[in-house]
């Protein structure tokens, strides 16, 4: 895959912000498809109220203030990261385009955003790793895990990712069934040829159908164990309880990712953006906090970074952007999403990540 740069991909995408691929991708993605990635749980109550969540919340700026040396550089997990944003894990990447997973975690490296690698992947974790690990500038690199029915498998997961050069493990635990997806079953879902978890045994897939991940039902005694056997930081995503962010942060996990599965599990579930800011005050610092579910804009990251997470991940808009452009559209929508949130900082008389605070929000 050749190099790309954001002035290229702003030519072949002519998009100025993260809904404008929404309708190119649409154009060439089939009902099906579309229906997989775009839809929710249920009523879609959820994944409505991710988004109106976060446009609920009122900036404050502040005036006159010193902004020489701007910029979006953070610390997260003991190191220096380019900016806050990472690509959310998101299953079957190949189902958007062709250029798949390597091909968005080439351009998340190309930007300097993180990356998370779905257990669900249909690229290998090897190839996506080998696309990205010595690439100078980029972002976290972190593979995303499902716990499975034999926890050899599991174990067997982690170990590739250590191996290929992942820096984190990220742990789904808001997931242990899969949620009730009307918009999905009504267009009737399937994987199409040549499209599959090619990390799981080909022994989990029916015929054209998704794997079912959800094997092990996990209790914290087995996180624990799981994280004190895990040679890489463990993350848990998908936490929307204070009580249980206080349990994970007993037990030694590394961080946590404020989550509501994209509104894709349980629906009428809180939106992310109104479950942050009570796990911020019940951890009071103990753990680096993370966010995602709904952004779509730099202010929307802001608002994120204002409430107490260290960082973001944002998933449709950058897997819509894959489907409408490929690799260079993933490109482009970071860059919009860089640029947005430098303007945010700025405008609200920020340097830096770390000024944002919740001074910020009326």
Known sequence: MQPFGATASLTAAKAVNLHDFE???????????WAYITGGAADEITLRGN???WDGLQLLPRVLRPLAGAGLGIALLGRRWPHPLLMAPMAYQRLAHADGECGAALACAAQGAGYVLSTQASSTIEDVASQVRDE??????????YPQADPGLTQALVQRAV???????????DAPVQGARDRERRAGFTLPPGVRAVNLPPAAHGAGAAPDWRGQALGWAQVEQLCQACPLPLLLKGVLHPDDACLAADIGVAGLIVSNHGGRTLDTALPSAHALPRIADALG???PLLVDGGIRRGTDV?????????????????LLALAADGAPGVALA??????????????????SPAEATRALLA
């Open 23 to 33: 309708a190119r991708a649409r154009a060439r993605l089939d009902d099906s498809a």
């Open 51 to 53: 988004r109106s969540a």
């Open 136 to 145: 100078p500038g980029r972002g976290p690199l972190w593979f995303q895990l």
């Open 163 to 173: 191996a290929a050069g992942f820096e984190a493990v990220v742990l789904t635990v």
């Open 285 to 287: 610092g103990r753990l």
């Open 302 to 318: 802001l608002k994120a970074l204002a409430l107490g997470a260290s960082a973001v991940l944002v998933g449709r808009p950058l």
């Open 334 to 351: 970071l860059r919009l999403l860089q640029d947005e949130l430098l303007m945010a900082l700025a405008l609200t008389g920020c340097r």
